[in-house]
């Protein structure tokens, strides 16, 4: 069982950074970039910030070549997390209910149908998962479905994800590497969030709706690549929140939180910010936010 708590530990931390990060709606127009330079209210440089997708690997930056002389020039890069392996076992027992178990939260029915799903893309039982909170099995089924469906273009762009790669390339580089937040307080935001009632509902309705589900992560990643924003604004406005719930916690909430960090930093030196691409977006997006606190924020492309 501990074998199996750190594998998944492991996987729902890579889970948690994606969607986190998910891509979400943004402003009606927008020009197609992934990279934003910073400048304007009295900085001394500018400082640069980068939408990822956690699922590609460093292998992608060959298609964003204009990253590669902002991140060389920064002397700092700040991500989301910093992932330190240590803590993976420990915070993976956070998914653990002690009180309740999936197979009571939902009926019978509904729980061989997430039975079924969870053993097609993972090969894990639901019965060995059963203690397991649903938000950590429904992330887990996204995930591998994700990654089954798109594996082409994940193969192609493989290597370690993006993030956690220009965290590791900048600490060898000498720079400063400064966390938007802990851990903790992601494996908290996914797993607390919502009660475990709840929990079990998103996790039947994501199954249920899992063709729709597919086809949104596959044009996801299409758009993506594309540096599409605006086309990810009309796909993902209409996205249905009865299979997530509201959103506002992942997004919005962390937003504000990260520009009351950011002026500082950008202050002390140029920084090249590498985050989920879906908080740029929107007028609650850090492109919005950075631009009400007075900065000019540009699009950058090749």
Known sequence: ??????????RLLIAIIFFSGALHAQEKKSEKALLW??????????????????????????????????????????????????????????????????????????FKLVADELQSVSGYSLNMLDM?????????????????????ILTKYSGTPLDIYLATQAKKENKTVTPLETMESQFDMLL???????????????????????????DMIKLYLEKDLEGLHSMMDSYPED?????????????????????????????FIAVGAGHLLGSDGLIALLRKEGYTVSPISK
């Open 243 to 271: 299979l997530t719930g509201n959103m506002d916690y992942m997004l919005k909430d962390r937003n504000v939180n990260w520009i009351k960090v950011l002026p500082g930093l950008m202050k002390s030196g140029s920084q």
């Open 192 to 218: 607390e969030h919502f009660p475990v009632e709840e929990q079990a509902r998103q996790l039947v309705e994501n199954v249920k709706q899992k063709e729709f589900a597919a086809k949104a992560a596959t």
């Open 132 to 152: 397991v909170k649903p938000a950590q099995v429904n992330v887990l089924i996204g995930i591998l479905s994700i990654q089954k469906l798109n594996a082409e």
């Open 37 to 110: 330079k910073i400048s304007g209210k009295g900085l001394h440089e500018p400082s640069y910030l980068f939408g990822t997708y956690h699922l590609l690997g460093e292998k992608f930056l060959k298609e964003v070549p204009e990253t590669a002389l902002p991140f060389t020039k920064a002397t700092g890069v700040v991500v989301e997390i910093v992932i330190d392996s240590s803590k993976i076992q420990a915070l993976a027992m956070k998914s653990i209910m002690t009180d309740t178990k999936i197979s009571t939260l939902i009926s019978p029915k509904d």
């Open 1 to 10: 069982m501990k074998t199996t708590i750190k594998n998944l530990g492991m």
